[in-house]
C-alpha cells in the first residue's frame, strides 16, 4: 500500500485569500511557488518547494481573465513534472460553464473544452462547487467531487429566523436549488417566469407562487451583470412581497452589477468568496460567507480517503 505522507496548498494568482483559509483550516502553509509574468505578459510559474511524493491540491477559480486558466494548467503541469503522486485541481468557481452547449450554430462548447485541457495536462481529480450546469460533471473523466453551498446559505438564514419565508427562483434554470433552498428552510417556493414574446418586444413575466406579505429570498447560482436578479427583485416587490434577500454562490459582478444590485429593493445581497471579493468596493448591503471550511473539509476527506459526499446527508439537495 502507498501512503501519501504530505499534503501540499499550492495556488496561482486567482483567489489568494480563499486559499489562505483553507490552509488554515487544515493547519498548513501554503507551498511556496512563484506566478508571475514577463513584461510582455506571459505567464511564468515555478514551485520552488519540493512537492515529489506528495498530494497536491492546486486552489484556483477561473473566472476571467482566460490568464487564470493558464495559471492553472500550468501549476498542474509543473507539480506533475515535479513527481507529485496526486494533483487535485479545486475549482472553487468554474469559468464557461455558461457555454455547455451548441445553442447557436458555429459555437464553441468551451465548458467541455476547458475540462479537456484539465484533463489533458495531468489533473487526477477534479473539486468544484455549485457548476452552472451539473452535467458539466460528465465532461469530465476523472473522478469529480461536486460540492454545494447550500449548507452556508441555510445556515446563515436559519440563524436569521425570518417569518413568513419564501424562496424564489428568478428564472426557470434555478429552480432546483430554489426548491432544494425551500425545502431545508421550511419556505414555500415560487417561480418567476421570464419570456420575451417576439423580438423587440419587451419581456413578460409571471409569477408561478405567491409572495404578497411574505419576506423574500431570491437563490440562484451566480449573479453576473445582475439583471436577471434585479428584474426578479422588481417584480416580487410589486408583487406585495415585504423584505427581499438574495443569495447566489458566485459573485461574479461584471458591468454595473454592483450598482444595479445597490439600487434595486434587494435588503441584504449575499454570496460566497469563491470569487475573491477583495477586489471590489463593495456597498454595505453585500455580505460575504466563506467557503473555506468547506472545501477544506472536503480536502482533507480526500486525503484521508474518506467520503466526501456524507458531507451533504444532512443537506438532501434535488440538483
Do not use: W
Not at 32 to 50: K, Y
Not at 125 to 143: C, E, K, N, V, W
Not at 247 to 270: F, N, R, W, Y
Amino acid at each position: 500500500m502507498i501512503v501519501r505522507e504530505e499534503l501540499r496548498i499550492v495556488t496561482g494568482n486567482s483567489n489568494h485569500s480563499l486559499a489562505e483559509k483553507i490552509a488554515a483550516f487544515l493547519g498548513e502553509k501554503l507551498t511556496d511557488c512563484m506566478v508571475t509574468r514577463f513584461s510582455d505578459g506571459e505567464v511564468f510559474v515555478q514551485i520552488n518547494d519540493n512537492i515529489r511524493g506528495a498530494d497536491v491540491f492546486i486552489i484556483q477559480p477561473t473566472y476571467a481573465p482566460a490568464e487564470n486558466i493558464m495559471e492553472l494548467l500550468m501549476l498542474i503541469d509543473a507539480s506533475r513534472r515535479a513527481s507529485a503522486m496526486r494533483i487535485t485541481a479545486v475549482i472553487p468557481y468554474y469559468g464557461y460553464a455558461r457555454q455547455d452547449r451548441k445553442d447557436r450554430p458555429r459555437v464553441a462548447i468551451t465548458a467541455k473544452l476547458v475540462a479537456n485541457l484539465i484533463t489533458t495536462v495531468g489533473a487526477d481529480r477534479i473539486i468544484t462547487m455549485d457548476l452552472h450546469a451539473s452535467q458539466i460533471q460528465g465532461f469530465f473523466d476523472l473522478p469529480h467531487d461536486h460540492l454545494y453551498s447550500s449548507p452556508l446559505f441555510n445556515a446563515y438564514f436559519r440563524n436569521m429566523n425570518l417569518e413568513n419565508l419564501c424562496v424564489v427562483s428568478p428564472d426557470v434554470g434555478s429552480i432546483k436549488m430554489a426548491r432544494a433552498t425551500a425545502n431545508a428552510l421550511d419556505a414555500e417556493l415560487a417561480i418567476v417566469d421570464k419570456r420575451r414574446p417576439r423580438a423587440n418586444e419587451s419581456e413578460v413575466m409571471n409569477l408561478i407562487g405567491d409572495v404578497k406579505g411574505k419576506n423574500v429570498l431570491i437563490r440562484d447560482d451566480m449573479v453576473d451583470t445582475g439583471g436577471t436578479l434585479c428584474s426578479a427583485a422588481h417584480f416580487v416587490k410589486e408583487q406585495g412581497a415585504l423584505d427581499i434577500y438574495a443569495a447566489c454562490t458566485h459573485g461574479v459582478l461584471s458591468g454595473k452589477a454592483i450598482e444595479k444590485i445597490d439600487q434595486a429593493p434587494i435588503k441584504k445581497m449575499i454570496f460566497t468568496d469563491s470569487i475573491d471579493p477583495r477586489r471590489r468596493n463593495l456597498p454595505e448591503k453585500f455580505n460575504i460567507l466563506s467557503c473555506s471550511e468547506l472545501f477544506g473539509e472536503a480536502i482533507k476527506r480526500i486525503f484521508d480517503e474518506e467520503s466526501v459526499s456524507s458531507l451533504f446527508e444532512d443537506h438532501p439537495l434535488v440538483m
